[in-house]
Each structure stands twice: as structure tokens, then as C-alpha cells.
């Protein structure tokens, strides 16, 4: 497949909030009307070297979203591991394997920069993602727990 | 409780490592007689201004350690997120509270920090561990999934 994997500039911040609201749990905690704290936190991201924010295109146009986080850790011996956040694919390009393209290709990336795994959590009600990350082989070894303040 | 969370240095790096490896599942990952792979990676973490691993002390001793770190993302109209990680404590010290001391101190401190929730996983088979995560009010939410590069 024709997808390309970038890193996401201050431009992209409106379609990548687009997707991130279209989306049954993100529609009730984002607001596209008002772009500036994502600009604020985009701001913060890009100039941060572990965190990689990234956006998929295909034909010139954006069509997917992740976050990829780099850690770094004392355990399993000192091995990064990276952390995958904010997946999305837009609405209408839904269903062509652009999902399963973009996991693909962080992978590789977590993979260069010496990663000894990559983790990520999805919400017990998206059991569509569950069938979707067991079947690109990630294993549900975890329970994800959030403490919202 | 008198217990008292700091940065961890170089020089607990000896002591982290061995709460990290006596352990169910870390006995099996980690390596206490080969120091040089975690100081390298103590030395990344130390750099990195967004991970903050800590160590607890009771009367001058290490009793605890875990990792907070700080994830900015433009989910959730761009709120920061706390991650912890590799929360352990000194097996001698068990059972005294020291943990949910612990994760009480690390939550401080991601509020302080502006995050908009603090999240973690844990094994599923530590179920122990998540009727703890469950009294200091966390929710499992989320299915946490692992790839192993």
C-alpha cells in the first residue's frame, strides 16, 4: 500500500484534531473549534525528542494519525520501550488496511531506535481495536488502568 | 507516613535494579550482575527532562522506586498525561503502605505537573496488585497490550 508515514508539522494540527473528534469517544472530550491548547501542546511535543507525532498520508492527503513515544527505563534491562497513543484513521478511508499500514511502520521505527517492545492500551468498549491489534500481534497481557484528576 | 519521594541518581541505580529484579516477573528479565546496560540507560533518563524516576526512602534507606513520566499529546484538547512505570517496593518492606504512599506522592506530583490523568498498566496475572491500583481509585479501563521486538 501507497501510505507514507511523516512526522506531523503545526499545519497538520487541525486534521489531526479533525480525526481525533471523529471518533466515539473522542467527539465528547475534543474541540475543534478551538485549536489553540493543541497548538500550545503540539508545540511541546515537536520539541520534544522522544515523543514522535506522526501523520499517515496516501494520494497527498491525510488519512491517519499515532502518536509514538520513546522511553526509556531501568527495566528489562535498560531497554527502551515505545509507547503508541492517539491512533486514528479518517472516517472515509476507513477499511483499506491504512490502520493496520500505520501500526506497521511504527513498529519499524520503535525497532530502529532499539526498542525491546512496543505497548499501548485500548479502551474495553473497542472491541473492533482489540480483534484488530491480536491480529497485527500484540498480546492483551495487561490491564490498563486510568485515574482521570 | 514518613516516606519521602526524590529524582533518583546514579547512584541508586544498584538499589532500583535490585527491587526491579526481585520480583515474579522481573527475576526472569533482569540482570543485577551486569550494572553497565542500566547506567546507560539511567544516563537517557536523567537527560530526559519528561521521565522522572524516583526513589522512595524511609529513615535514610530505599524501601521503592517508579517511573512518572510526562506525555504531552493533543488528545483531550492537549493535556498532558502521566505515565508510571516499574513501581516496585523493597520486598522487607512490604505491607507497611509504602506503595500507595508511593503512588499518592507520583499522583502530586503529575497534577502539579498539569496532567489531565495518570495512567499505567499491570500484568493481568498480578491480580494483587490491581485490587491496589482499584482502592487508590484507578480504573480498569483499558485492555494493555505488549508487542515483544
Redesign the interface.
Known amino acids: 500500500m501507497d501510505i507514507t508515514l511523516r512526522p506531523a508539522t503545526a499545519t497538520d494540527?487541525p486534521d489531526?484534531?479533525a480525526m481525533?473528534a471523529d471518533d466515539i469517544l473522542?467527539s465528547g472530550?475534543?474541540?475543534p473549534a478551538?485549536l489553540a491548547?493543541?497548538?500550545?501542546?503540539?508545540a511541546?511535543?515537536d520539541a520534544?525528542p522522544?515523543?514522535h507525532?506522526l501523520v499517515a498520508e496516501r494520494d497527498g492527503r491525510t488519512v491517519g494519525t499515532l502518536?509514538l513515544?520513546i522511553?526509556?527505563?531501568?527495566?528489562?534491562?535498560?531497554?527502551?520501550r515505545a509507547?503508541i497513543?492517539?491512533v486514528r484513521v479518517r472516517a472515509d478511508a476507513r477499511g483499506a488496511g491504512i490502520g493496520s499500514e500505520l501500526i506497521r511502520l511504527a513498529?519499524e521505527e520503535?525497532?530502529r531506535q532499539g526498542?525491546?517492545?512496543?505497548?499501548?492500551?485500548?479502551?474495553?468498549t473497542r472491541t473492533g481495536a482489540?480483534r484488530f491489534?491480536?491480529r497485527?500481534?500484540?498480546?492483551?497481557?495487561?490491564?490498563?488502568?486510568?485515574?482521570?484528576?
Open positions: 494540527v489531526i484534531v481525533l473522542g472530550r475534543e474541540n478551538e491548547p493543541y497548538e500550545a501542546a503540539f511541546r511535543i520534544d522522544s515523543q507525532l502518536q513515544a522511553l526509556y527505563g531501568l527495566s528489562r534491562q535498560g531497554s527502551p509507547l497513543e492517539a513498529v520503535a525497532r526498542c525491546a517492545l512496543v505497548q499501548l492500551t485500548s479502551d474495553r482489540h491489534y491480536e497485527l500481534g500484540f498480546r492483551p497481557t495487561h490491564v490498563g488502568y486510568k485515574l482521570t484528576l
